[in-house]
């Protein structure tokens, strides 16, 4: 199936989230430093939005660094930190001019993370929000139940009661995306690692043993016609 083919097909999925995992494993195994790693992964990103974006599946979720990899040796942190500095210049080139809003999840005002970057990440959260094209969303110093608490949180301070579902999605960094449809995860590990807990609990998962600096526009092919392929009840009878 080519890629034009896949384009057409009904059963695309609207809001992809990828798990960009392996980039250290990738490194070790050519002898390089693990910043290598993340330098080369950052690379295949770039490339994987613009697939995405080409294939008109709408809304694009990346776990770019969670809230429990500060626990990871800080020269590591500081490397990351840089590339986020640069991946948020290069967005902010690339998309200033075109239909993309680019959302940030995860906690911009932890102080650990570099001031520069809380505030380029403030500033095009701010100047795109009025697009309603291609949602982008990197999530860094992101937490699936720091997200949930915070959400009790705000509601609590604001006085709500009988919270519905919808009202309590009004407080997540979701807020504005479909539905997440389909989460892909390299590098061969087999959990959520704080992932969306609330968002996926319909999603399909895909787990590829590739390491993310490899993964390759054959490889998010297989993922997606694997995808096309499953069979989603949502606890009802279909099929
Ligand atoms: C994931 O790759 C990328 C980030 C955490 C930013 P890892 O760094 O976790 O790579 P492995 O899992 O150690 O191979
Ligand atoms: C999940 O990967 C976070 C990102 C990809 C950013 P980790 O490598 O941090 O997850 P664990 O530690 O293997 O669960
Ligand atoms: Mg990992």
């Known amino acids: 199936m080519t890629f034009e083919k896949l384009k057409q097909d009904p059963r695309m999925p609207n809001h992809i989230a990828l798990i960009i995992d392996g980039n250290g494993r990738w490194a070790k195994h050519r002898g390089l430093p693990r910043s290598m790693g993340h330098k080369v992964g950052f690379e295949t990103l770039k490339k994987h939005i613009e697939y995405i974006q080409d294939l008109g599946i709408k809304n694009l979720s990346i776990y770019c660094f969670s809230k429990q990899n500060w ?16 991946m948020l210049d290069e967005y902010k080139i690339k998309y200033m001019d075109k239909d993309v809003r680019i959302v940030i999840s995860g906690d911009m005002d932890d102080e650990r993370i570099p001031e520069i970057v809380r505030k380029k990440a403030k ?54 995306m479909l539905p997440l449809d389909l989460v892909i995860r390299t590098s061969g590990e087999q959990r959520t690692s704080n992932y969306m807990p609330w968002q996926a609990t319909y999603s399909e998962w895909y787990f590829t043993k590739t390491l993310w600096p490899s993964f390759s526009k054959k490889d998010l092919i297989k993922a997606l016609k694997a995808f096309m392929k499953r069979n989603r009840r949502f606890g009802a009878i279909k099929g």
């Open 71 to 86: 626990n990871r040796p800080q020269e590591e942190v500081d490397y990351l930190m840089k590339l986020f500095d640069e």
């Open 123 to 176: 500033d095009l959260m701010e100047s795109t929000k009025q697009k309603t094209g291609f949602i982008l969303n990197p999530c860094i110093n992101y937490g699936g139940r720091e997200e949930i608490l915070n959400a009790v949180n705000t509601l609590i301070l604001n006085g709500e009661k009988d919270i519905t579902e919808e009202k309590f999605e009004q407080h997540l960094y979701t807020r504005d």
